[in-house]
């Protein structure tokens, strides 16, 4: 029986109806072998989340403002759910965590080590309810001296430790650097440890358990009912998080994709629903036209137009060396003949815009240079897009019947993603119309 890795969430883990949801999953499929937790999450809106409060006992400590109160409604937190989950101290004896952590803390632990007990203590909860191996992520993930994360060696020190656990559960968020000093991962990081925990283990299939059924086709905040997609390709899943749609860290799907390891999103509140399911390539036949449709407002366009500017040359090169001057990165750069456009993200030009212009009058002299602020970007994007005719032009049509004007159109060599320009104020009616279009 192949092996399941199963990472379960802030909100799947966030209270004790969570905890006992958790294990009917578990108990519900026993290759389900090894178990990636985060730290708890919200119960409800208003709810700080575990990893937030810890942040911020860091905070109290750097600036010398009392941290003790803050630190005893993190155990609290916990002590609350051992107690109602029936674990004694002869269990887990979370007094002495509690005591170490706080030793810690007045030694002047790092914000890295004091985030992560989040999962620290979360992880040790769960494999005493469960009865399950602990495996403290401090031994297994490691980073370099400089904070950054190795996989190889990560991979191969993994895999022996996996090997001497039948079932164990893994705290997600972090690992230690050669010294032993705890490194985290960035915000959302459990999604990355489980991704690495499934390749080590040679697992299956990922399973990511969160609060919602999987991806959707579009935002529901913006399309009504939208429908949730059953398959999507590692490539399209980029496209449309690159646009905004997001379930899971991006980093997240190196790991498996390197092994070939399908992720499953799932619902922790709802467990029949299958989810979505993404892989290398989606099944014959599950593919629709498009995938998905998702996308950004608040993109700048600087419009350049030179004669015989294909034909300059190293005209390029100076375009890119004034973006490197001011630091800045494009989102993309459709060409024409003797045209130009870049796209930037209006967050980062920040107040730097006539500066940009001025250096691209002064070292590329274009005959015009237009500037087109406010814009949004969408893409459609979808695997089965690829040799299809027709595509493109139902989209510019379905925009073209609602009277939205598209500013920019840009198709990527992989033809699974179409992008347009429109302005801001059209953003929701745009996307509601190519979804109509293609649904
Ligand atoms: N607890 C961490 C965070 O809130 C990591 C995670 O939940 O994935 O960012």
Redesign the pocket.
């Known amino acids: 029986m192949g092996i399941k890795v199963a990472k379960f969430?802030?909100s799947s883990v966030a209270d004790t109806i969570q905890f006992m949801k958790v294990k009917d999953i578990l108990m519900a499929d026993p290759s389900r072998r090894y178990v990636v937790v985060?730290?708890p999450?919200k119960r409800y809106d208003q709810d700080t989340?575990?990893?937030d409060l810890l942040y911020l006992c860091h905070t109290h400590l750097m600036n010398h403002l009392p941290w003790d109160q803050l630190f005893q409604v993190v155990c609290d937190r916990f002590s609350a759910i051992a107690f109602t989950l029936g674990i004694s101290a002869s269990k887990l004896d979370l007094q002495s965590e509690y005591a170490t952590i706080r030793k810690a803390m007045e030694e002047g632990a790092g914000p890295d080590y004091i985030a992560s007990r989040?999962?620290y203590l979360n992880g040790r909860l769960f494999a005493a309810y469960l009865g399950w191996d602990f495996i403290d992520a401090a031994d297994v993930m490691k980073f370099d001296e400089r904070g950054r994360f190795l996989p190889e060696p990560t991979n191969e020190i993994l895999s022996e430790e996996l090997k001497k656990h039948h079932y164990a559960v893994i705290p997600?968020?972090y690992g230690a650097d050669p010294t032993g000093k705890i490194v985290t991962f960035s915000?959302?990081?459990?999604?990355i440890t489980g991704s690495i925990v499934a390749r080590a283990a040679q697992a299956e299939v990922y399973e990511n358990w969160t609060d919602v059924h999987g991806f959707l086709t579009a935002d529901p905040r913006i399309v009504k009912d939208p429908q949730p997609i059953r398959y999507i390709s590692y490539q399209e899943l980029r496209e449309l998080s690159y646009m905004g749609a997001s379930v899971m860290?991006e980093d997240a799907i190196f790991p498996v994709r390197k092994a070939g390891i399908p992720i499953n999103i799932r619902n922790t509140n709802d467990p029949d629903h299958p989810g979505t399911i993404i892989l290398e390539k989606t099944p014959e036949g599950s593919m629709g036209v498009i995938t998905g449709v998702a996308g950004s407002k608040d993109f700048t366009v600087i419009a350049m137009h030179k004669y015989m500017m294909t034909s300059e040359r190293g005209f390029m090169k100076r375009v890119l060396s004034v973006l490197d001057t001011y630091d800045l990165s494009f989102e993309h750069m459709p060409t024409g003949i003797d045209t130009l456009s870049l796209v930037l993200d209006s967050k980062l030009l920040g107040n730097k815009l006539p500066d940009v212009i001025d250096d691209i009058k002064r070292t590329l002299e274009p005959d015009t240079i237009d500037v087109y602020e406010n814009i949004a970007l969408i893409a459609t994007v979808g695997q089965g897009m690829t040799y299809r005719p027709g595509v493109a032009a139902k989209l510019f049509t379905a925009l073209a019947d609602k009277g939205i004007n598209i500013r920019m159109i840009d198709q990527g060599s992989s033809e699974i993603n179409i992008i347009v320009g429109v302005e801001n104020k059209d953003f929701e009616e745009a996307i509601r119309a190519i979804y109509n279009a293609f649904n």
């Open positions: 969430g802030g985060s730290a999450g989340k575990m990893t989040g999962e997600g968020f915000r959302g990081g459990s999604d860290h």
